[in-house]
T-cell receptor, first 111, second 115 residues
């Protein structure tokens, strides 16, 4: 059975700190890994990663994939209160038209 | 928004009553999904559709049924609601290019409470 595990499940930091969120996976025929940010409503897309070692970056957020060790990290530098959200990791596999999600990491940024 | 709406946004219902949630898209995407979100579980797939009248079960399909009679609408029905079905329900749409899935676009969610 395909499995995606995120850690930590919850994280509280102060504004300005740097955080690293983890996502590991055990799936058959990996295709891609996706990160989403969920504030009050619908998750919104952040990154899609398909190749090992290539960093995707958007402002203060960055992510990288390690297909040998089967994990990805999402880094957020100089955190702001607006970064407070649930961060979801999901994996797609070859031939399957659906995503498998991890449990999510609830990130709280205190001023 | 990418043209996906869910209705209702909130619903409170009694145990044993039937409930139908609606997902409507204007993107003409082939794939539509229903997920539920509960604390500690992330998003879990209930059912999904890969075309009109073509549906398949997800990992938590017991107690739920779906229908897709038109490309734009995907209905989720709880035949006899139970308290364990209290949750936030998300619809999502997706498209594939070849065999590549470029991820989902989500609706705003339906918060369902079964009392």
């Amino acid at each position: 059975e395909d499995k995606v595990v995120q850690s930590p499940l919850s994280l509280v930091v102060h504004e300005g700190d740097t955080v690293t969120l983890n996502c590991s996976y055990e799936v058959t025929n990996f295709r891609s890994l996706l990160w989403y940010k969920q504030e009050k409503k619908a998750p919104t897309f952040l990154f899609m990663l398909t190749s090992s070692g290539i960093e995707k970056k958007s402002g203060r957020l960055s992510s990288i994939l390690d297909k040998k060790e089967l994990f990805s990290i999402l880094n957020i530098t100089a955190t702001q209160t607006g970064d407070s959200a649930i961060y979801l990791c999901a994996v797609s596999t070859q031939g399957a038209q659906k995503l498998v999600f991890g449990q999510g990491t609830r990130l709280t940024i205190n001023p | 928004d990418a043209g996906i709406t869910q209705s209702p946004r909130h619903k409170v219902t009694e145990t044993g009553t039937p409930v139908t949630l609606r997902c409507h898209q204007t993107e003409n995407h082939r794939y539509m999904y229903w997920y539920r979100q509960d604390p500690g579980h992330g998003l879990r797939l209930i059912h999904y559709s890969y075309g009109v009248k073509d549906t398949d079960k997800g990992e938590v399909s017991d107690g739920y049924s779906v229908s897709r009679s038109k490309t734009e609408d995907f209905l989720l029905t709880l035949e006899s609601a139970t308290s364990s079905q209290t949750s936030v329900y998300f619809c999502a749409i997706s498209e594939f290019v070849g065999t590549s899935n470029y991820g989902y676009t989500f609706g705003s969610g339906t918060r369902l409470t079964v009392v």
